[in-house]
C-alpha cells in the first residue's frame, strides 16, 4: 500500500500486512533488498512517507497517531503527542525542509477532522491551516501547501495565514458599529464565515455576543 518514492531513488517504501499485520518495508526498485523497519505489531501501520533527509519516516500508528522512525538508530519511534480533544495527527507529508508534517487530525474512532494541520517539529505545536478539505501536500519552495476539498484542489499560502494569525490572533475581539437592527447583528457571524469562505479564508471562526451600551 502507498509506495512512496525516497528522496535518492534508491529504495521504495510502502506499506504491507505481509508478515501478518500492517507495518512499513522497503524494497530496491529492481526487486531486491525487502526489508520491514517497523515492528509495532499492536497497530497497523499505514501511510508511511519519506522525510527530506531520507533517513527518517513518518507514518499513522493507528489510534496512536503519527510516529517518527529514524532509520540509522535503534531507538522506538517518536510518537506526536495528541492535540486537544485526544486528537491525533495522520496522513501526513513532510515540509521540503523536514522541519514539518502537514496532516489531519484522527478522532479516537480514527475518523479524520476536516481541515489541514500543520505540526512543527522545532517547538512541537500544532497550528490549523484550514477547516475543511485533507490530503495536503507540499509545493517544493515549502511556502504553500495542496489540499484536495470536495472536487477541488485548493491552496493555503502558509505566510498568509501566519500574517493573519500575527495581526488577528486567537482570542475575543470587541468590534462596535453604530447601528445594527437586532435580526441583522446575529447574522453578522454568519455574513463574516461566508465572506471568509469566498476569500479562502475558511479557517476564520466568528461568534457574536451582543452588549449594548449608551453613549451621552
Known amino acids: 500500500r502507498a509506495p512512496r518514492w525516497p528522496p535518492d531513488g534508491q529504495r ?21 533488498n525487502l526489508t520491514q523497519v517497523t515492528n509495532i505489531k499492536s497497530e497497523s501501520v499505514g501511510d508511511p512517507s519519506w522525510a527530506p533527509d531520507g533517513r527518517r519516516i513518518a507514518f499513522t500508528d493507528g489510534a496512536r497517531g503519527t510516529g ?12 506526536l503527542p495528541r492535540a486537544a ?4 495527527l495522520g496522513r501526513v507529508a513532510w515540509s521540503p525542509d523536514g522541519r514539518s508534517l502537514a496532516g489531519m487530525l484522527l478522532r479516537k474512532d480514527e475518523s479524520p477532522v476536516p481541515g489541514v494541520v500543520l505540526w512543527s517539529l522545532a517547538d512541537n505545536t500544532y ?34 495565514v501566519a500574517d ?10 470587541a468590534v462596535w458599529y453604530p447601528i445594527i437592527p437586532r435580526p441583522e447583528a446575529h447574522d453578522l457571524p454568519r455574513k463574516l464565515k461566508t465572506l ?7 479557517w476564520l471562526d466568528a461568534t457574536l455576543t451582543v452588549k449594548s451600551s449608551k453613549i451621552l
Open 68 to 79: 517518527i522512525l529514524d532509520l540509522a538508530g535503534p531507538s522506538a519511534p517518536r510518537v
Open 12 to 32: 521504495i517504501l510502502f506499506s504491507s500486512n505481509r508478515g501478518g499485520n500492517y507495518e512499513a518495508w522497503t524494497i530496491r526498485p529492481d526487486g531486491s
Open 196 to 202: 471568509a469562505t469566498k476569500a479562502g479564508k475558511g
Open 85 to 88: 480533544g485526544g486528537q491525533v
Open 164 to 173: 493573519a494569525l500575527t495581526r488577528f490572533a486567537t482570542g475575543t475581539y
Open 127 to 160: 497550528r490549523r491551516l484550514t477547516r475543511t478539505g485533507d490530503s495536503p501536500e507540499f509545493f517544493h519552495d515549502g511556502k504553500r501547501i495542496l489540499f484536495n476539498q470536495r472536487d477541488a484542489i485548493r491552496l493555503v499560502d502558509l505566510a498568509s
